[in-house]
């Protein structure tokens, strides 16, 4: 293929776009920016990283072959391993690796200001998240659709293996846990967006109903009725939102909310699947791609100003929403987006067992990835579209700005982002909320600021509905994340449990499925009550915790792929995967060393609970502080040790990669390489199955 | 065209699978018996949730 001198000036110009757009993004001070330039910035950046670097990732590194059978065709079963359309494929993978990760992350990041998440989400992106999805999913094609887990033990050892399974079943606890603390920071003394949310129960009920007995099989049908009655539901919040006698049932304390979380992540783990979780699933997935869709078009139609400043002065590690400098934390607050393990399951699981050809790898694996990435960047600029006053009014949690309105402006305007009580008010008064002040964990300031772009965009005197709208929206997958974790952690469980005992193996025995999901769900309730009960919020623990937890997982995946590509005899190209297993073994190190030895009481776990314990002792804490300290004080101290278990796992699993490697290239035996040999593909050259 | 977009949607959303399972099926076992579709639906969505299927 020779390039015309047409498309090399084209590209030419791509790149002077590009570095433009990055450099006015990067440079831009005191004023305020355009979002189109994060926009071209991130197009021009995804472009070249797509068209150069996946390309010859496919073309000299992986090397791709058009002419081999793929999992899908050897094994065609018609149902989990069939040759399916690249763009179904792409639908299915882009919704299986978006999830609320992607709008939460950048959200919270914004706390440093836009640059440098806005430069980690695209760096990161295209040179590390992209090619972590891209190198997994070929791998797992080229042995017959297997997981990381599996191809952990097979290529690297036993060690490799466990700590992929030990890594996702942490993982899974830790980001339900934080995941349902944002849900309950969005709903506590919120009537509107509580009511909005439990209804989404039923409706998802109804549809699984409607799916599984009234016309079986119909999913479009079953998923339209489901989404109108979600938009009801938005609207019939309103409704109890203003109706006396019903308001009060939908009023509830974070603590009470955690619990019902708690109890409905029990329920949905144990009811069959086809009757809540799989249309929750439908809905969910519609809502998602059709939001993300809606905001794209609002942003490109209105063009909002980003009034978030370039750099914010907490990059020293003083800020409010959780604290820790720019580097490391910058690096694991915002992992989907940019580098996210969870992809590598993804990536290893459904997503092979339908490609038709190996030349799709790129689009779904790098292509999937460059998406969620825009998805990230469209976060950053809703939050950051914000009057930084009122970003962190919202997300600054009581215990560090105080609990009454007056003391938390006074706080966050001294920073240097000035806002009102009157102002706070209007706004909560114009989103239909009492108030707006310490919903920590980016949800509701990323609905405020979906409400202002769609408001501006779509006409402003829904904003309210808007509002309520984009909690639902976040709420409706965040309960999809909960349940779908809660099961496959039961089901990792049960197969560990199963080698000590095999009846507790089996996934159908009800009393195993009935203690397993219970364990499960006791594991992540813990961590979600603590956060509830924590003055400083909670996120300012879980999210770094879940942060350096995904990105263990990213390093366990990048060093499967490394330790192929040695095995395979292309050390040269190994850095491909090993560059960016190098910088996220630094940062995760670092922050976990951060975490465990910071002396600073909200950066360091050790140093808080000391901290806590002094003052305990001394007297020091107010009673209603001092009922919940012991418990804080253990948490803490558990959150070190959990932290330090992180990284012992990545470090073993970077060692056991470079011992096989080292042994590979001295010509000593190492575990045989496991690629499945190659069949010529039977399917035309332009077949598509449909 | 219209026809091309209402077909990827079905396809996209599973909504045809039982359709594609049936084809599958005439040609791959032809003679045998096949599933009906509420048995059919049944099967598949105890076997898409086992399993990792969701992302953060």
């Known amino acids: 293929m020779k390039s015309t001198i047409f498309q090399r000036i084209g590209w030419f110009l791509v790149a002077i776009l590009g570095a433009a757009a990055v450099g006015g993004i990067a440079l831009n001070r005191g004023e305020s920016i355009n979002a189109i330039w994060f926009i071209a910035a991130a197009a021009c950046v995804y472009a070249l990283a797509y068209r150069f670097y996946s390309a010859w990732i496919a073309a000299r590194v992986l090397v791709l072959d058009e002419t081999r059978a793929t ?80 191809m952990a033990r097979d ?40 009511s909005t949310v439990a209804a989404t129960i039923p409706i998802a009920v109804l549809v699984g109903l409607y799916m599984r007995n009234i016309r079986p099989g119909r999913v479009l049908e079953g998923s339209l009725i489901g989404l109108a009655l979600l938009l009801f539901a938005v609207a019939g919040g309103g409704w109890i939102d203003h109706n006396e006698s019903l308001r009060p049932l939908f009023d509830h304390e974070g603590l009470t909310l955690a619990w019902f979380v708690i109890g409905y992540g029990f329920l949905a783990a144990i009811l069959p699947v086809w009757l809540l979780l799989a249309p929750r699933d439908y809905l969910s997935t519609f809502m998602k791609l059709g939001t993300i869709f809606l905001l794209t078009i609002a942003i490109v139609l209105m063009r909002p100003e980003i009034k978030m400043p370039a750099l914010t002065q907490f990059i020293d590690g003083s800020g409010p929403i959780f604290g820790g400098s720019v580097f490391p934390f910058v690096f694991i607050t915002i992992a ?70 007056a003391d938390a402006v006074a706080k966050i305007s001294s920073w240097g982002f000035p806002v009102t009580v009157e102002q706070m008010e209007f706004l909560a008064k114009e989103m239909g909320e009492k108030t707006l002040f310490a919903r920590t964990g980016g949800a509701p300031s990323l609905a405020v600021g979906m409400a202002s772009i769609f408001g501006s965009a779509f006409g402003n005197g829904l904003l309210a509905m808007w509002y309520h709208f984009a909690i639902m929206f ?36 009800y009393p195993s499925v009935l203690l397993t999901s219970g364990m499960v769900v006791a594991a992540w309730g813990y961590f979600l009550y603590i956060g509830v009960i924590d003055p400083n919020g909670g996120v300012n623990i879980l999210w770094p915790l879940f942060g350096i937890s995904n990105q263990m997982l990213a390093a366990i995946a990048l060093s499967v792929a490394t330790g192929i590509l040695v095995k395979s005899g292309k050390l040269k190209y190994a850095w491909v995967t090993g560059a960016p297993l190098a910088w996220l073994a630094m940062v995760t190190t670092s922050a976990a060393w951060e975490k465990v030895f910071s002396s600073d009481v909200r950066v360091g776990f050790f140093a808080a609970a000391n901290d806590m314990a002094d003052k305990l002792a001394s007297g020091a804490l107010p009673a209603a502080k001092a009922k919940f300290a012991p418990q804080l004080i253990f948490n803490q101290q558990l959150d070190a040790w959990l932290t330090i278990f992180f990284v012992v796992v990545l470090w073993v699993v970077i060692f056991d990669m470079l011992r096989v490697a080292a042994r590979y290239l001295r010509g000593k035996p190492v575990l045989p390489l496991s690629e499945s040999p190659h069949e010529p593909s039977r399917l035309a050259e332009d077949w598509v199955r449909d | 065209m219209l026809h091309k977009i209402w077909r990827f949607i079905r396809q996209v959303s599973g909504d045809d699978a039982y359709e594609r399972y049936l084809a599958h099926h005439a040609a791959a076992h032809p003679g045998e018996p096949s599933l009906s579709r509420p048995e059919f639906f049944r099967r598949e969505q105890e076997r898409k949730w086992n399993g990792v299927r969701r992302c953060c």
């Open chain 1, 71 to 150: 999992p899908a065709e050897r094994l065609d079963n018609g149902r989990d391993f069939m040759p399916t359309n690249k763009w179904v494929v792409f639908g299915h993978h882009f919704a299986a690796i978006a999830g609320p990760g992607p709008l939460i992350g950048p959200t919270l990041a914004a706390q440093f200001g836009y640059l440098p998440g806005t430069l980690w989400i695209l760096v990161g992106a295209v040179l590390g998240g992209c090619v972590q999805d891209m190198t997994i999913l070929f791998f797992s094609i080229r042995r017959d659709g297997r997981s990381l887990g599996q």
């Open chain 1, 155 to 194: 290529e690297l050892g036993p060690i490799g293996g466990a700590a992929a399974l030990v890594g996702t079943l942490m993982i899974m606890v830790i980001l339900i846990a934080v995941l349902g603390l944002v849900v309950v920071n969005a709903m506590k003394h919120s009537p509107w967006a509580t």
């Open chain 1, 336 to 405: 989907c987006g940019a580098v996210s393990g969870f992809h590598a399951l993804i990536a290893s699981g459904t997503t092979p067992k339908l490609l038709a050809n190996e030349r799709d790898i790129r689009m779904i694996g790098y292509g999937g990835m460059v998406l969620e990435s825009f998805v990230a960047i469209m976060a950053m600029i809703a939050a950051t579209v914000l009057d930084p006053g009122v970003f962190f009014a919202i997300n600054s949690p009581a215990g560090v700005v105080g609990k009454e309105a």
């Open chain 1, 474 to 509: 976040e709420a409706v997958f965040i309960l999809t994340a909960l349940d779908a974790g809660t099961r496959v952690g039961r089901f990792m469980l049960q197969d560990m449990l199963g080698n000590f005992s095999p009846k507790l193996g089996e996934t159908s025995w």
